[in-house]
């Protein structure tokens, strides 16, 4: 025998009324909704003044005639307007050659630090995705460029690169006899090779990470699947490893080319305030023409001209790399 609830005749079942008021968050949501922002918020300050502030002063400074004798109170320093910008970028004048040059060279330093950075750090993490004996003590020394303090390093190249007393000199020259005299690494033709040597090894091993990171994503069964069907080292390289770290690559390119185009350590631990011609790079140039020369609002205009052209290349390569992804994904 079955019972049928019947409900009371009096009671009828409520509907959700549209036009009603939504009740009001309680309060404790409110707190988890807002909680992230004012974790961020000291950070977001800090942001702030540290970079933000600063950018703004110095953008304000490129319109001043800013030199030794208004830099105690830079607020009343003349206007200049447009006038550092344009001795900056006149070309047939000597600071706008010397700054044309200066970025010239900065771009092919660029070019070759981050296409041997790539190179290295690419062929090492592929190599060492392998297991064997002694990997976990490779790993860890390719790693050790990237853990020392920057100054510690680039001091240590300076001792090395010497022309009397170097190891480089003594090595090539002495042991080798590969040259007819000990060169000099720090000054003439040869610092820009210096330069390179040392932005290299100190920069490959942050490729070296990220590509490693990278290629812990792809699955193994896509190389055996890919070595059953007759496919060799080079080709599974080229048609799995490569295709799959395109996103990271195209991270890893953009970050590699920010910090070597806007590198200032490097240059300045390695020969001092005054570097060589073929190693003046751009951050360099601009540290000079500001604090030796002592007119800082050329200075500043050739910092905001630096801005606005990374801001331009991030921004094309931005759009170029998204463009790319959306045809591979169609």
């Not at 950018?55 to 447009?82: C, H, N």
């Not at 002694?134 to 920057?150: D, E, H, K, S």
Request: proline share 6%; aromatic share 12%.
């Amino acid at each position: 025998m079955t019972t049928t609830a019947i409900e009371p005749a009096g009671r009828t079942a409520s509907k959700p009324d549209p036009g009603k008021a939504r009740a009001p968050r309680p309060p404790g949501r409110l707190r988890r909704i807002s909680l992230p922002y004012l974790l961020l918020l000291p950070a977001l300050v800090l942001e702030l003044l540290v970079h933000l502030v600063p950018m703004v002063i110095g953008t304000v400074m490129s319109f001043k005639e800013l030199t030794q004798f208004y830099i105690r109170d830079w607020g009343t320093a003349p206007w200049a307007g447009l006038d550092n910008y344009a001795l900056a970028v006149d070309f047939d004048a000597p600071v706008g050659r010397a700054l044309l040059s200066s970025f010239l060279t900065t771009c092919l330093f660029t070019l070759l630090s981050v296409g041997l950075c790539w190179l290295l750090g690419t062929a090492a993490a592929i190599f060492l995705q392998e297991t064997f004996r002694g990997r976990g003590i490779l790993r860890t020394i390719f790693l050790v460029p990237y853990a020392l303090p920057v100054y510690a390093a680039v001091i240590t190249w300076a001792f090395m690169f010497q022309r009397d007393n170097g190891l480089v000199n003594h090595v090539l020259h002495d042991q080798l006899g590969l040259t007819d005299s000990p060169p000099f690494w720090l000054i003439g033709e040869n610092s820009f090779i210096t330069l390179l040597v040392v932005s290299v090894w100190k920069g490959w091993p942050f490729a070296f990470l990220i590509m490693m990171a990278g290629l812990q994503n792809i699955p193994r069964e896509i190389y055996e699947a890919a070595a059953l069907d007759g496919a060799g080292v080079w080709q599974q390289i080229r048609r799995i490893t490569l295709p799959s770290l395109r996103p990271v690559n195209q991270v890893l390119v953009l970050v590699l080319f920010l910090w070597t185009f806007n590198d200032f350590n490097t240059p300045f631990v390695l020969f001092g305030k005054s570097a060589p011609e073929a190693a003046d790079l751009i951050s360099i140039h601009i540290y000079q023409s500001s604090f030796q020369t002592w007119n800082f609002g050329t200075g500043a205009a050739m910092s905001v001209l630096l801005l606005l052209f990374l801001l331009v290349v991030t921004g094309v390569y931005l759009l170029a790399t998204s463009r790319g992804r959306k045809t591979g994904d169609v």
